[in-house]
């Protein structure tokens, strides 16, 4: 009687081991998460890590980028951000051409020369891109990423050159 105890209590105790291990590891690679605008959902990479500054401007009012964008329950997709400061991250397992497109794909916004994030399309406006501090031009969701640069969005009032989104 004490030895089927044991083995029922030897099974038991490997089947438990065998799911929680089958459960990391499907949390770690993200398998639950589809991809999006060619971006997987992974484990962190740090193979291929920089980073870009965004800041968004509808109707001369700035928007916040949420904090958490891209990051899911075990897993983080490539463009993500990790705080509400605007810091973009890009964290891939090789280098990579990103374009921000991609990243208001991976958040789920609008971006385009008309559209930006929940600003309606209005006649005889569109959205303009500075990319450290210079008019870029083209369809905005085209910026490439690069390392340390500054990305402002506007879309409404005037372009105002001056803004950097840094503060200053």
Do not use: K
């Not at 800041?55 to 993500?80: K, M, T």
Request: with cysteine.
């Amino acid at each position: 009687r004490r030895r089927r105890l044991m083995l029922i209590f030897g099974i038991l105790l490997a089947v438990l081991i065998v799911v929680s291990i089958a459960r990391l590891l499907s949390r770690d690679s993200g398998a639950s998460e589809p991809a999006i605008a060619g971006i997987t959902c992974e484990r962190e990479r740090l193979d291929f890590h920089i980073h870009v500054r965004l800041s968004i401007f509808v109707n001369g009012q700035q928007r916040a980028v949420p904090e958490g964008v891209g990051i899911r329950d075990g897993c983080l997709y490539w463009l993500h951000t990790h705080d509400a400061s605007g810091l973009v991250h890009i964290e891939a397992p090789s280098p990579v051409e990103f374009r921000l497109g991609q990243f208001f794909a991976v958040w789920g916004e609008p971006l385009s020369e008309r559209r930006l994030l929940d600003a309606a399309p209005e006649a005889g406006r569109s959205v303009h891109a500075l990319v450290d501090g210079n008019l870029y031009q083209g369809d905005p969701a085209d910026v490439p990423l690069t390392d340390g640069e500054v990305i402002v969005l506007q879309y409404g009032t005037s372009l105002n050159p001056s803004t950097t989104g840094d503060g200053s």
